[in-house]
């Protein structure tokens, strides 16, 4: 599958998601999910497993910890972060929040400058990228070729 149709197949798993309400640590489409659940249930749809499971999480995790972990991890699975002037539909989108602080937002890139991700007290919504998003993008990663 070229990277233009992998794009494709992303988003349309991410909009199938469009609706699901938002629950901390959530990863089930229609049930719930949080902005990292959305992407764990997208991953599953492609590939049919996760290629980890996160240990549990406060929803403070990121101000707490420091670390990167969610950079880390999509490195781990999507390879090294591109350019944000490449980033693309379908391509995994990580925000930062505010500086110093870890990255702990995600979404997914989706066609005419928009992203769809879940956003806490309502649910997962496809949204403008809208510069006050695009300046917060701390990493944009492409999801692997399926095989």
Same mark, same amino acid.
């Given at each position: 599958?070229?990277?233009? $149709?992998?794009?494709?197949?992303?988003? /349309?798993? $991410?909009?199938?998601? @469009?609706?699901?309400? &938002?629950? *901390?640590?959530?990863?089930?489409?229609? +049930?719930?999910?949080?902005?990292?659940? !959305?992407?764990?249930?997208?991953?599953?749809?492609? &590939?049919? =497993?996760?290629?980890?499971?996160? %240990?549990?999480? %406060?929803?403070?995790?990121?101000?707490?910890?420091? #670390?990167?972990?969610? !950079?880390?991890? =999509?490195?781990? *699975?999507?390879?090294?972060?591109?350019?944000?002037?490449? !980033?693309?539909?379908?391509?995994?989108?990580?925000?930062?929040?505010?500086?110093?602080?870890?990255?702990? *937002? /995600?979404?997914?890139? =989706?066609?005419?400058?928009?992203?769809? *991700?879940? &956003? #806490?007290? %309502?649910?997962? @919504? #496809?949204?403008?990228?809208?510069?006050?998003?695009?300046?917060? @993008?701390?990493? +944009?990663?492409?999801?692997?070729?399926?095989?």
């Amino acid at each position: 599958m070229n990277e233009t $149709a992998m794009g494709e197949r992303v988003v /349309a798993v $991410a909009r199938g998601f @469009i609706g699901t309400p &938002y629950r *901390h640590q959530g990863a089930v489409k229609g +049930v719930g999910c949080d902005c990292l659940g !959305l992407i764990r249930g997208v991953w599953q749809e492609l &590939y049919g =497993a996760e290629p980890e499971v996160p %240990a549990p999480y %406060a929803p403070d995790w990121a101000e707490r910890a420091g #670390e990167e972990r969610l !950079l880390l991890a =999509a490195a781990r *699975h999507c390879g090294p972060a591109l350019p944000v002037a490449a !980033l693309r539909p379908g391509d995994l989108l990580v925000f930062r929040w505010r500086t110093g602080v870890a990255a702990k *937002h /995600a979404g997914i890139a =989706a066609p005419e400058n928009r992203f769809i *991700h879940a &956003y #806490e007290q %309502a649910a997962v @919504i #496809e949204s403008p990228l809208v510069p006050c998003w695009r300046r917060r @993008i701390a990493g +944009v990663f492409r999801f692997p070729e399926m095989v």
